[in-house]
């Protein structure tokens, strides 16, 4: 968008003999090509570091948390960095994998300030309809990013689209292989 302005005010403005075309398209190819592996390189230089990435709040219980927080450590490049835990099965002050676990779901809001935190997950596997129904209400009032993970492991995640029907949530899987016409 940046060099299409560009473009369109040196013609807009006919300075067209002050700036060079060739000069022009050559900076956009860089540009093209020089963003994405900046990008890449700096996230591959800091995603070790403990200040990188968007605090996480990880709703749920057992062992659905524990592979959660080891998976999100083995890919530190996903940007998202575990700091609180909710889950009543454990006493205030218990660390899980490292990291605090905050005993129930009203006291969230406070662990969020105190961590920063704009980003949720729920491991639904032990979670009550009550539970689920309230952490969910959290994305109205003080969590904007809430994922859900819905503990079908084993699923293949290939092809699948969240969609709604009658205010239910879904999971379609589709085998593109198997549909007539353009796929």
């Given at each position: ?47 070790h ?25 083995e890919?530190?490049r ?5 700091v609180a ?19 129930r ?18 491991a ?23 994922l859900?993970?819905?503990?079908l ?17 879904m ?9 007539p016409?353009?796929?």
């Amino acid at each position: 968008a940046v060099f299409l302005a560009l473009a369109a005010l040196i013609l807009l403005f006919r300075v067209v003999d002050v700036y060079s075309r060739l000069v022009f398209l050559m900076a956009w190819l860089l540009a093209l090509v020089g963003v994405p592996i900046a990008r890449a390189a700096v996230r591959s230089l800091f995603a070790h570091k403990s200040w990188w990435g968007y605090p996480l709040m990880i709703f749920g219980a057992g062992s659905m948390v524990r592979d959660l927080i080891r998976s999100l450590r083995e890919q530190p490049r996903l940007g998202l960095r575990t700091v609180a835990i909710v889950d009543r099965g454990y006493p205030p002050g218990t660390m899980i994998e490292g990291v605090p676990v905050v005993r129930r779901v009203e006291d969230a809001p406070m662990a969020r300030r105190g961590f920063a935190i704009s980003r949720g997950v729920v491991a639904t596997r032990g979670i009550s309809r009550e539970d689920l129904s309230e952490i969910l209400n959290l994305r109205d009032t003080c969590l904007p990013h809430l994922l859900i993970a819905p503990g079908l492991e084993g699923v293949s995640s290939l092809d699948t689209e969240a969609t709604d029907i009658g205010r239910l949530l879904m999971l379609e899987t589709r085998n593109r292989l198997l549909m007539p016409g353009p796929r």
